[in-house]
T-cell receptor, first 113, second 114 residues
């Protein structure tokens, strides 16, 4: 059984640029959620994807967008990067349809200069 | 407003001592409840979960947690801490009826001294 994987591990961008982060869900999981974890904080829910559609969104602006592909992998895109976007971005996969734990990937560390 | 509170930002315990980490939540109905652990630079690992039924749940690494509806709490405990338990601990809630969208507390950092 393959766990959740994320790429890249680390990324450095400058303000105003755009970034794409990638996530492969755990085998058999059909739902992917994205979280932002700022330094010293708990993860904050960005959005969730199920059946290739957004299925819930936290308090993040539209410049945070995502995709889910038929194989359940997912991308997080952030446009017009700001300094405050510097954080660890976590992807989690789960099974839809009832109470289910989320399995987290190791995260992508994004630094915006 | 919905919230998850972990009142202790940082806790230091001696190796072999007992541990209790606090978590309180504020939601309209009892949510699904979780404890995760995060080592430096790593993702989150699930320690235990509560969906329904027995209010005392057992998890991995010798951890347990007790759900108390009257206090809206889900405190994490371990009878004897090991040096390898030093990490950041997060309580999370998943409101029923919203799929698997989790909300996390701000975390408790655990230091273990020999």
């Amino acid at each position: 059984e393959t766990g959740v994987t994320q790429s890249p591990t680390h990324l450095i961008k400058t303000r105003g640029q755009q970034v794409t982060l990638r996530c492969s869900s755990q085998s058999g999981h059909n739902t992917v959620s994205w979280y932002q974890q700022a330094l010293g904080q708990g993860p904050q829910f960005i959005f969730q994807y199920y059946r290739e559609e957004e299925n819930g969104r936290g308090n993040f602006p539209p410049r945070f967008s995502g995709l889910q592909f038929p194989n359940y992998s997912s991308e997080l895109n952030v446009n017009a990067l700001e300094l405050d976007d510097s954080a660890l971005y976590l992807c989690a996969s789960s099974l839809a349809g009832g109470p289910s734990e989320q399995f987290f990937g190791p995260g992508t560390r994004l630094t915006v200069l | 407003a919905q919230s998850v509170t972990q009142p202790d930002i940082h806790i230091t315990v001696s190796e072999g001592a007992s541990l209790e980490l606090r978590c309180n939540y504020s939601y309209g109905a009892t949510p699904y409840l979780f404890w995760y652990v995060q080592s430096p630079g790593q993702g989150l690992q699930l320690l235990l979960k509560y969906f329904s039924g027995d209010t005392l749940v057992q998890g991995i690494k010798g951890f347990e947690a007790e759900f108390k509806r009257s206090q809206s709490s889900f405190n994490l405990r371990k009878p004897s801490v090991h040096w390898s338990d030093a990490a950041e601990y997060f309580c999370a809630v998943g409101p029923r009826g919203t799929g698997n969208q989790f909300y996390f507390g701000t975390g408790t950092s655990l230091t273990v001294i020999p």
